[in-house]
């Protein structure tokens, strides 16, 4: 037999699986469906008695009790198994859930942090919640409320109560934070909790869920932070969300108007100051520190979807000649120093979005002053459409060598001419194309489509007709492609593309209404992994050219458009490798809804052997209480797919996952 694993890798195997992370257990908005986990974590511990033993500690650590009878499943786990208590070092309660939280905090000694709701489902109470509290000890508390009840309900008047009078008496509470502070009034649950956190023995952080923007407004102190402020043994307030905006100069005079509050707060808003420290080991190595600083720059300008010159309005188009005065935030990594600027204009330069005409302006006179800056340049976003954005991108394109990507959503329409010399001057290297093409009064030569021999990403959208005397068979035209899409075309563009070999192709979406396409997908339906089509183009004879397509996209929209799509996959050859549908609507509405709900009571999944996944885009699972479950349409399509093995999906990708049922201790008699 073979050695056993050490249980050291176990652990490091099983902690990403069965480890929350404090964000998560924190997070005041966290999804509470009962399809936010896909699979039982618990299953992990019946695989073998080693990994139930490294598995336990790791699920037990962080418990998140998301419905009433999670909380009666847990209490009685305890109730057997005490020892499984000095396990939870991290609760978080989505409702009071009744009597069972009473065994579950009593059990629970070495709890440190625990997330409170000071807010309950329906019929709900806190009668266990306000019994346990008293028997715990937490290191981090956090409270979140709902502040828009009319009136406050009992059971929640209930908890405060209990909470108030318990907080003086936690020796270990270190950190509390603070529910929203929506009313910004004394009338909020902020100010009740206020006088109790001023007394706490130990408190050395309070935590606002708000931001420093929305807490000083006005230059007001809110009361209750000023209270909480007395106590001797506080050391920091910060923000839950913190800004990296600049302040407004009302906040820090605030802040420097009182004492108490330059000691405790930090005015950027990022927690305590601490002095930066240049590491010796980079002063001395100039090309590490070179390499260091390039990828924390890539990471600074690798998400930033900015415009080039982000300004909403777009009235005065002049060009500014006291540039530094007017540089937007996004450019000032480059201000730092000469070596942030050396290594970050590349990084900067690489992707740039021109969505205003001020934008446009300042990108195309910056290439004026500085044409080297042009061969940084490899994506392009154009946001705007009129005559003096084309004139303007002929002087772009010209200062531009090396253009991969190009695009604009529909916004740009291109002459042809220039996507003809777009071609010439792009085509060996340019690999994204989605900009609308105009088309000719005459027919025009398909070489075009010769040159674009690096394109993997391609969409078309033009009425061009092609000459189809010329013949691709033979040659390697856009032999990358990858992903083609198109949502409106002349039929002569399918010939043409029947006629190319285009072996990498594997996905295509098509959104051109009805219109011959027979021929394309004869040649090329076979290589497709993924189609995603409307369902004015959706026809029998082109689903069974896709024989092998995994993923199908669908869009239906209106009861003409289900039915066409109901006859084709009622129909259609079996196909053995499609794993997952998707249903996209153009609109979330009820009647969408009501439609997409139709059609997947009539779906039949026998042509679909292999079919793991129906995603619908246009739903979500409803709350956890039994009686709304039951009327949930959605829920017993649910159910019936997944007697097939096949799970009904939400736009997040939640599968529904129904929670096992709690019989009391007797059994059901």
Same mark, same amino acid.
């Given at each position: 037999m073979g050695r056993a694993m050490p249980e050291e890798i176990i652990h490091e195997i099983l902690s990403p699986a069965l480890s929350v992370s404090d964000d998560t257990f924190s997070d005041r908005h966290l999804y509470s469906s009962e399809s936010s986990s896909v699979e039982s974590s618990s299953a992990i511990l019946l695989v073998c008695k080693a990994w139930l033993r490294v598995a336990t500690p790791l699920l037990y650590h962080t418990v998140i009790l998301r419905s009433k009878g999670q909380a009666q499943a847990l209490s009685v786990a305890l109730r057997c198994n005490p020892d499984l208590g000095q396990l939870i070092r991290k609760l978080r309660l989505q409702s009071g859930y009744g009597s069972s939280l009473h065994q579950i905090l009593r059990t629970t000694t070495k709890l440190t942090d625990i997330f409170i709701p000071v807010e309950f489902d329906e019929g709900d109470d806190a009668c266990g919640l306000c019994s346990g509290i008293p028997s715990i000890d937490p290191v981090r508390v956090i409270v979140s409320y709902d502040p828009f009840e009319a009136t406050t309900p009992e059971p929640v008047r209930t908890l405060v109560s209990v909470l108030i009078e318990n907080i003086p008496k936690w020796k270990n509470l270190a950190t509390f934070e603070m529910p929203h502070d929506w009313q910004h009034s004394e009338a909020g649950h902020n100010e009740t909790f206020s006088s109790p956190l001023k007394v706490a023995p130990n408190l050395r952080t309070l935590v606002l869920s708000c931001n420093w923007r929305d807490l000083f407004r006005d230059g007001i102190i809110p009361e209750y932070i000023s209270t909480v402020a007395q106590n001797a043994s506080l050391q920091e307030i910060r923000a839950k969300t913190r800004s990296?905006?600049?302040?407004?100069?009302?906040?820090l005079e605030t802040v420097q108007g009182n004492a108490r509050l330059q000691e405790l707060v930090d005015p950027n808003g990022f927690g305590p100051k601490k002095a930066f420290v240049y590491p010796p080991q980079l002063a001395a190595n100039p090309t590490v520190a070179d390499v260091i600083w390039d990828r924390i720059i890539y990471y600074v300008f690798r998400e930033d979807d900015d415009d080039f010159y982000p300004d909403d309005d777009d009235s005065d188009c002049d060009y500014f000649e006291n540039q530094d005065s007017k540089l937007p935030e996004r450019w000032?990594?480059?201000?730092?120093?000469?070596?942030?600027?050396?290594?970050?204009?590349?990084?900067?330069?690489?992707?740039?979005?021109?969505? /205003?005409?001020?934008?446009?302006?300042?990108?195309?006179?910056?290439?004026?002053?500085?044409?080297?800056?042009?061969?940084?340049?490899?994506?392009?976003?154009?946001?705007?459409?009129?005559?003096?954005?084309?004139?303007?991108?002929?002087?772009?394109?010209?200062?531009?060598?090396?253009?991969?990507?190009?695009?604009?959503?529909?916004?740009?329409?291109?002459?042809?001419?220039?996507f003809e010399e777009l071609t010439i001057r792009y085509g060996s290297h340019l690999d994204w194309f989605d900009i609308t093409v105009t088309p000719c009064a005459y027919?025009?030569?398909?070489?075009?489509?010769?040159?674009?021999?690096?394109?993997?990403?391609?969409?078309?959208?033009?009425?061009?007709?092609?000459?189809? /005397?010329?013949?691709?068979?033979?040659?390697?035209?856009?032999?990358?492609?990858?992903?083609?899409?198109?949502?409106?075309?002349?039929?002569?563009?399918?010939?043409?593309?029947?006629?190319?070999?285009?072996?990498?192709?594997? /996905?295509?979406?098509?959104?051109?209404?009805?219109?011959?396409?027979?021929?394309?997908?004869?040649?090329?339906?076979?290589?497709?992994?993924?189609?995603?089509?409307?369902?004015?183009?959706?026809?029998?004879?082109?689903?069974?050219?896709?024989?092998?397509?995994?993923?199908?996209?669908?869009?239906?929209?209106?009861?003409?458009?289900?039915?066409?799509?109901?006859?084709?996959?009622?129909?259609?050859?079996?196909?053995?490798?499609?794993?997952?549908?998707?249903?996209?609507?153009?609109?979330?509405?009820?009647?969408?809804?009501?439609?997409?709900?139709?059609?997947?009571?009539?779906?039949?999944?026998?042509?679909?052997?292999?079919?793991?996944?129906?995603?619908?885009?246009?739903?979500?699972?409803?709350?956890?209480a039994a009686p709304i479950l039951a009327d949930s349409p959605w829920v017993k399509l649910a159910e019936r797919f997944r007697a097939q093995n096949i799970h009904l999906v939400d736009p997040y990708g939640h599968r529904w996952r129904p929670r096992r049922e709690f019989v009391p201790e007797g059994g059901r008699g």
């Open positions: 990296r905006k600049a302040l407004k100069p009302g906040f000032e990594p480059l201000r730092v120093c000469k070596r942030f600027l050396r290594l970050g204009t590349p990084r900067f330069y690489n992707d740039i979005s021109l969505r /205003t005409c001020k934008s446009m302006l300042l990108f195309t006179a910056r290439l004026r002053l500085e044409p080297s800056l042009g061969a940084h340049v490899h994506s392009l976003f154009i946001g705007r459409n009129d005559q003096q954005t084309i004139d303007d991108l002929q002087n772009v394109f010209s200062r531009i060598p090396r253009l991969t990507e190009l695009y604009s959503v529909g916004t740009l329409i291109l002459p042809w001419r220039m027919k025009v030569d398909p070489i075009v489509f010769y040159r674009l021999s690096a394109m993997q990403n391609f969409t078309w959208n033009s009425d061009a007709e092609f000459y189809s /005397t010329v013949t691709f068979a033979t040659s390697n035209a856009m032999n990358n492609l990858k992903e083609l899409s198109v949502s409106r075309a002349h039929p002569s563009f399918f010939v043409l593309l029947s006629q190319m070999q285009l072996p990498s192709l594997s /996905t295509v979406t098509l959104q051109t209404g009805k219109l011959d396409t027979r021929i394309f997908f004869k040649k090329h339906g076979a290589k497709l992994s993924k189609l995603f089509v409307g369902a004015l183009a959706f026809n029998l004879e082109m689903f069974n050219f896709c024989r092998n397509v995994k993923v199908l996209n669908v869009c239906v929209t209106s009861k003409a458009e289900q039915v066409a799509v109901e006859d084709v996959l009622q129909w259609c050859d079996t196909h053995c490798s499609l794993k997952q549908i998707v249903i996209n609507p153009k609109s979330f509405d009820a009647e969408e809804s009501a439609l997409a709900e139709l059609f997947l009571a009539k779906f039949d999944p026998t042509p679909f052997p292999a079919l793991e996944e129906i995603r619908h885009l246009g739903f979500s699972w409803p709350p956890s």
